[in-house]
């Protein structure tokens, strides 16, 4: 199965659900485009899907930012992980400038500033 997180604007015209398709796989989009997507909704949707198919399941988007983002709510909501553990498989998972918004909507607080460079 093959997961897309990219919204059509982002497939400039591809039909990636029919090249899975003629591959011999399920495809499943859940268009992640923007913050407001990174959702409860969406993570847990993934989540059902990973834990629910038969098959191993690529989940994908343009650099894996929302799939990390997603994993880590999902991992954090449904799957017993603390939050702080979540934030790391989703750091894993390719999370990165959306980890504030992952934090926020895992309750945790925003990450310490970097101390300045020293001259």
Same mark, same amino acid.
């Given at each position: %199965?093959?997961?897309?997180?990219?919204?059509?604007?982002?497939?400039?015209?591809? /039909?990636?659900?029919?090249? *899975?398709?003629? #591959?011999?796989? #399920?495809?499943?989009?859940?268009?992640? #485009?923007?913050?407001?997507? *990174?959702?409860?909704? /969406?993570?847990?949707?993934?989540?059902?899907?990973?834990?629910?198919?038969?098959? =191993?399941?690529?989940?994908?988007?343009?650099?894996? /930012?929302?799939?990390?983002?997603?994993?880590?709510?999902?991992?954090?909501?449904?799957?017993? %992980?603390?939050?702080?553990?979540?934030?790391?498989?989703?750091?894993?998972?390719?999370?990165?400038?959306?980890?504030?918004?992952?934090?926020?909507?895992?309750? %945790? =607080?925003?990450? +310490?500033? +970097? +101390?300045? #460079?020293?001259?």
């Amino acid at each position: %199965m093959v997961v897309n997180l990219r919204p059509d604007a982002e497939m400039a015209g591809r /039909n990636e659900a029919a090249e *899975v398709a003629a #591959a011999g796989m #399920a495809y499943i989009g859940i268009p992640v #485009a923007g913050a407001d997507a *990174v959702n409860a909704d /969406n993570a847990r949707r993934l989540w059902t899907l990973l834990k629910t198919s038969d098959a =191993p399941v690529f989940v994908h988007c343009a650099s894996g /930012n929302r799939a990390g983002a997603l994993l880590a709510i999902g991992a954090a909501h449904s799957g017993g %992980m603390t939050p702080e553990a979540a934030l790391e498989f989703g750091r894993q998972a390719g999370l990165t400038s959306l980890e504030p918004v992952v934090r926020e909507r895992l309750g %945790m =607080p925003p990450p +310490a500033p +970097a +101390a300045p #460079a020293k001259p």
